[in-house]
């Protein structure tokens, strides 16, 4: 099978390619850099070519993968959209919220066309997190996704090109409530953090109560490396999930439950288990790319979105 990768940051280079090269029905990775002068040979089925020239040949592909920065995305979509099978589009999907609410983006999403990259939701754990909620009597989540600063020229600080810490890191609380709550449910508070230093937020906070659990999500850039997700009970027995977002490849995972024995997970790629997925055809772990939940996500995402950038 054929799958091509749109853009060649970090992120493509620590995570996209590794779980790629892991899965065995792959025969041929192809990576469109926009700074590649010339194609390069990575091994005898990986190379790098020119994002432009790529997108202007004739190749067509099982996957396309794209992970440029997030104002690119529908661009880059709507490139490679004839030329692949599936479009799987990092988080989030666009701050273009016309284009999500529209039509053309119904057709994509009821068709299976666009999905969304949130890995977690693929990995073992998730499946814990939802018998969790259904037998035990939990009455709050808290979940927090913050990390420290990094290189200050790259897009994540720059506004035009989708930077900003809830593009980055808010995406994933919110996308994790967002998949819990019904129609009833009711938004406490949103607070978003920022700094005169940079034109980009720095952080936020939601509270939202539904179904008699209150939720309580942080997201940050520039602080102390955050990511976990806790459960408490009536009974104030907590169910603690560390990396809950984002996983080392080599970490043991486990729900900490205290004063009782721990749940084992197991050490899981969640990139290779959602990249397998695709490649199969197998939707089962998509369901929160379902057109509903997409819908359901970026209108409260939107919400957070302009209290972001009110000035």
């Not at 590649?36 to 091994?43: E, F, G, H, Q």
């Not at 432009?52 to 592909?61: A, C, S, T, V």
């Not at 976990?228 to 080392?248: C, R, W």
Request: glycine share 6%; proline share 3%; aromatic share 12%.
């Amino acid at each position: 099978m054929k799958v091509i990768v749109l853009g060649n940051g970090i992120h493509t280079k620590k995570r996209i390619i590794p779980a790629l090269n892991k899965i065995e029905i792959i025969d041929s990775l192809t990576v469109a850099d926009r700074n590649a002068v010339k194609d390069t040979k990575l091994s005898k089925s990986n190379q790098i070519v020119n994002y432009e020239r790529e997108l202007n040949n004739d190749n067509y592909y099982d996957l396309a993968i794209i992970a440029t920065p997030p104002y690119n995305h529908i661009d880059s979509f709507l490139r490679i959209k004839d030329k692949s099978k599936i479009a799987l589009i990092e988080k989030p999907l666009t701050n273009d919220f016309k284009f999500i609410f529209g039509k053309e983006m119904e057709g994509y999403l009821k068709s299976n066309k666009i999905l969304e990259s949130l890995m977690y939701f693929h990995h073992p754990v998730w499946g814990e997190v939802k018998n969790l909620l259904s037998t035990k009597k939990i009455t709050s989540i808290r979940s927090e996704f913050s990390v420290p600063h990094g290189d200050k020229n790259s897009f994540r600080y720059i506004k035009k090109y989708g930077g900003g810490s809830l593009n980055d890191q808010g995406i994933y609380p919110i996308s994790l409530v967002s998949e819990l709550i019904t129609k009833d449910y009711e938004i406490e508070s949103i607070k978003i953090e920022k700094d005169k230093k940079y034109n980009v937020d720095l952080g936020g906070t939601i509270e939202i109560n539904f179904n008699e659990i209150s939720f309580t999500g942080k997201w940050g850039l520039g602080k102390e490396y955050k990511n976990y997700l806790v459960l408490k009970e009536a009974s104030n027995k907590e169910y603690i999930i560390n990396f809950f977002f984002s996983k080392p490849e080599d970490t043991k995972l486990k729900i900490e439950i205290k004063k009782d024995e721990d749940i084992e997970i197991g050490i899981f790629d969640q990139f290779e288990l959602m990249y397998s997925n695709l490649l199969q055809e197998n939707f089962s772990h998509f369901e929160y790319s379902s057109y509903e939940n997409v819908i359901t996500r970026y209108k409260l995402f939107k919400k957070i979105f302009d209290l972001a950038n009110t000035k």
